[in-house]
């Protein structure tokens, strides 16, 4: 396999001692801060001062690693900071992942940012809030437990002169460590959090007033576009430089190993430029042909297996199952779709880099960038500005370095936006996953056996290889970052003998990379797909079947609410009266542990299926969520909505598509996406668990519903659709199969 | 050839040099008059990202060259449309129902919907959906823009 597709070179680190200090931003920085001369801010992760400052004000900014990515995490984040720390919302504004000023608190990823970034902000906040409450205490002679805190005043519950955060700290450092053990506030107080706050992006979005990526502007900004080659693994053999001459305000054409961009003076001049140049390219054919694609998948070298499950003995218990079932499903390559193509700014002065991104991980494009363009990586600052939706690892970061390399040729900010076939095209994607399972029922069809076996690619959540520093030649990541995908490969369910192995492949066709629910929807399709298989042979409920084998009240309970939510008619599947004519009606739940140790979704879908034409209409989906501790209930809503809706048409329509050298679904028309006339309604219900930690919610419910369509349709038509995408074309073959 | 292109936007009558003609609508508002409501989505017409309004009707300006336009035709932008402090209808609609994620998409939809809804004062769920099925969301958030749209009908 190529370079550019499995990359296999030294990850070289930027070398160099030199320190750069960026200066503070301003108490409310600028959506564009400057760099310069200046103190550096704490940005360690056991200080409170990188998390919190006060001003003079008594104004609050909160410093977070995490970025709202679309999701409303700002909104979040700023309920839980000005809960704990008792000020009023409008008190508190957040900057987000600028790496001169904000902690690393990784990624934006993994249903993370409130459970790990919001609670670390939390527990900055209340480490502050004790400090400030002792040095009142000293200040106006009363004990600490006779003080209240309001609005950011610190008085005596007594009545009398208060004291305000500003006076006691305004502007000056806390010079404390982040106490992770400190008393947080009691639940039972809370006023802000667990309120369904309305979003402070949302006005300015609505109006053109709000600062996106794909707006922001530097001084002296020129434009860049890329020029990608025809064949993934394609190398660059002559440009002719003579077939853009007359493009006006044309500034440079920058060749560097196989990446190749124009900068133009206007954007236009540069879209022109790059669509006329002509460049010469080597032939490519090194994909698999896609028809075959998982055979390619079952055919690729395992480097390792990670068993992540093995109870019992389950070649034993399949052998002595008076039923046994096996069942191989498959889950396409997904591109992470973003309406809004991946865009970036870079600068390159006096020997800094300073790069304005919508990246999910400034802290590590940071050290890519670095170890790219050979700059120290103090040297280096990134800037989070927010983008389109990403959902993933998309392409944000991959434009970052594209507008370094073009910054670096020609000694100007340069700004690249990707075309739409630059996003579809060469954006990582969600790997290919093939998944066999195995199962066993005994005499009284008891489930004594499951068994599985998943084909992913190696690899975790690191660093994605940037692109120009692949087509460069440059350095970069030498290993695959799928995301971690072996999450919710072994199941929740207490059957006596299990065993779950994911072998992981030494190549995927595609660079890889995390898209929502990355591993954790193509395992849980299969294994709540395959579950549902198991009722259906034992006759028994699905859902019935599921609390049979859990043994989790908390799940048990959320299980019990979808029955009740969604009027759950308890029988088993297929049903007997789907409907006469074309139209066959069914329903299918699911459910999931998020990786087992966090939120429980499970989701109930409405299916009805075009027997003539194959064609699937999802009118309804039921979800209940439990996520812990709610701050937001709209915002969480939302996200719910949004993790159905999407994942409805990643699993009815969406599929890469390409041929031996290229993808080739490279616009909405190749790779069309779910519209307005499909979308089902979705009923939520939220349980909230106040005195219970806050899990993530970006992601799990996404988790469900593959597999709760395709139990649905199972119900309707007595089908089982284990290919994802579930096209018509597939549906009909599967009926004609049985 | 640099020209200089008369245009109508936002109320006020201005000049836009342009070295192509047939440079799209969208980046003569975006780059040359600043304006952040239309966005660059996929410059083929296809998600609706770059909706204006030309005499009131929705236009998806990333296919629009500047030499298809005369200088009386009217261009409303997003933020012609209304400003946070007075929002038009539709505008304040999607902001009660919190009728977006990332937003990228959102100029779109305001802009079809205000359009739809000046000539369809009663349009049912239904009818929204299909006025809105050439304009794609990916954060999936379609239900509250549906609402939003459906309240601001109410509005108008």
Not at chain 1, 204 to 224: I, L, N, P, S, W
Not at chain 1, 651 to 662: A, K, V, Y
Not at chain 2, 53 to 64: L, N, P
Not at chain 2, 101 to 112: H, K, L, S
Request: proline letters at 6%.
């Amino acid at each position: 396999m190529i370079d550019f597709l499995s990359t296999r070179r030294e990850f070289l680190k930027g070398g160099g001692t030199m320190v750069v200090s960026f200066a503070i931003a301003a108490r409310h920085a600028p959506v564009i801060a400057q760099t310069g001369a200046g103190a550096a801010k704490s940005v360690a992760a056991d200080e409170v001062d990188s998390f919190l400052a006060i001003g003079t004000d008594g104004k609050v900014t909160v410093y977070s690693g995490k970025v709202d990515l679309g999701t409303g995490v700002r909104t979040a984040l700023t309920q839980m900071a000005a809960e704990e720390l008792d000020v009023a919302l409008d008190r508190v504004t957040v900057i987000q992942g600028d790496t001169a000023l904000t902690p690393d608190q990784g990624p934006t990823y993994g249903s993370l940012s409130i459970q790990n970034g919001g609670v670390q902000i939390r527990q900055a906040a209340a480490t502050a809030k004790k400090h400030l409450v002792d040095i009142a205490s000293q200040k106006l002679g009363a004990t600490t437990d006779d003080l209240i805190v309001e609005d950011g005043v610190i008085k005596p519950k007594s009545g009398g002169k208060g004291v305000g955060y500003g006076e006691l700290v305004g502007g000056k450092n806390f010079a404390l460590k982040l106490d992770k053990d400190v008393k947080t506030k009691d639940p039972a107080a809370f006023k802000i959090v667990g309120r369904p706050v309305p979003r402070l992006d949302i006005p300015e979005k609505c109006t053109g007033r709000f600062t996106y990526m794909q707006d922001a502007r530097v001084d002296g900004m020129v434009h860049g576009r890329v020029v990608r080659p025809p064949a993934l693994g394609a190398s660059l053999q002559s440009v002719d430089e003579n077939s853009v001459k007359n493009i006006l305000g044309l500034i440079k054409i920058v060749r560097e190993g196989n990446f190749l961009g124009v900068v133009a003076e206007t954007e236009w001049g540069a879209i022109k430029a790059a669509q006329n140049l002509l460049a010469t390219w080597s032939k490519w054919e090194g994909l698999p042909e896609q028809k075959k694609l998982f055979e390619h998948v079952r055919a690729t070298k395992i480097n390792k297996d990670d068993v992540t499950s093995n109870i019992g003995d389950v070649q034993e218990a399949l052998q002595q199952g008076t039923k046994t079932l096996k069942a191989t499903y498959d889950f396409a390559i997904h591109t992470h779709g973003s309406i809004g193509p991946s865009c970036a700014i870079a600068e390159i002065k006096n020997g800094q880099l300073t790069c304005w991104t919508a990246s999910q991980a400034t802290h590590n494009l940071k050290k890519q960038l670095a170890a790219m363009v050979n700059i120290p990586v103090e040297s280096v600052r990134c800037i989070y500005l927010e983008g389109s939706g990403c959902y993933g690892r998309n392409g944000h970061e991959d434009a970052a370095g594209d507008a370094a390399l073009l910054a670096r040729a020609v000694g100007r900010p340069v700004r690249v936006q990707w075309m739409r076939a630059d996003e579809h095209g060469w954006d990582p994607k969600g790997p290919p996953t093939l998944i066999d399972l195995r199962g066993a029922l005994d005499a009284s069809n008891e489930v004594i056996a499951w068994e599985s076996e998943f084909f992913i690619p190696e690899g975790a959540a690191g660093n994605v290889p940037l692109i120009a520093a692949s087509l460069a030649g440059l350095p970069r990541e030498t290993a695959y970052s799928p995301g971690n995908i072996i999450q919710n490969s072994a199941i929740p369910y207490a059957f006596p003998n299990i065993r779950t192995v994911c072998h992981r492949l030494a190549e995927t066709p595609f660079r890889p990379s995390w898209i929502r629910t990355p591993g954790r929807m193509q395992n849980t399709y299969a294994n709540e797909a395959f579950m549902d298989e198991l009722a259906a042979a034992a006759g028994a409920d699905p859902l019935d079947l599921r609390l049979k084998y859990l043994n989790d009240p908390r799940g048990m309970e959320l299980l019990r609410r979808l029955a009740a939510l969604s009027k759950w008619e308890k029988r088993p599947s297929p049903q007997k009266n789907a409907g006469t004519g074309n139209i066959a009606k069914g329903r299918g739940v699911s459910y999931v542990k998020y990786e087992l140790n966090r939120t429980y979704v499970g989701a109930v879908a409405e299916a009805e299926v075009n027997r003539q034409t194959g064609e699937i209409r999802v009118p309804r989906f039921y979800v209940v969520h439990d996520c812990g501790q709610i701050i937001n209930p709209d915002g969480l809503k939302n996200q719910i909505d949004g993790n159905v809706i999407q994942t409805v048409s990643r699993t009815l329509l969406e599929e890469l598509t390409w041929d031996r050298s290229m993808v080739t679904s490279l616009d909405w028309a190749s790779y069309p996406i779910l519209t307005f006339p499909a979308v089902p309604e979705v009923v939520i219900e939220l349980i909230d668990r106040p005195n219970e930690k806050p899990w993530g919610a970006g992601e799990p419910s996404a988790a469900l519903i593959p597999s709760a369509i395709s139990n649905a349709v199972f119900d309707a038509i007595g089908v089982r659709l284990r290919s994802v995408p579930f096209v018509p074309a597939k549906v009909k073959a599967a009926m004609q199969s049985i | 050839m640099a020209t200089s292109v008369p245009l109508h936007v936002n109320g006020q009558s201005v000049t836009v040099n342009a070295d192509d003609p047939d440079m799209p609508l969208l980046y003569a508002l975006r780059d040359n008059l600043k304006l952040r409501g239309p966005r660059f989505g996929c410059g083929l017409g296809q998600c609706g990202s770059c909706t204006v309004h030309v005499d009131g009707e929705a236009v998806r300006s990333c296919i629009t060259p500047l030499s298809s336009l005369k200088p009386a035709q009217k261009i409303v932008t997003l933020e012609g449309l209304g400003s946070a402090e007075k929002p038009h209808p539709v505008q304040k609609a999607f902001i009660d129902e919190q009728a977006l994620q990332c937003g990228y998409c959102i100029n779109g939809m305001i802009m079809q919907s205000a359009a739809y809804l000046a000539k369809n004062r009663n349009p049912s769920e239904t009818d929204i959906r299909q006025a809105l099925a050439k304009n794609l969301c990916r954060c999936g958030t379609h239900l509250r823009i549906v609402r939003a749209v459906k309240r601001a009908a109410g509005n108008i």
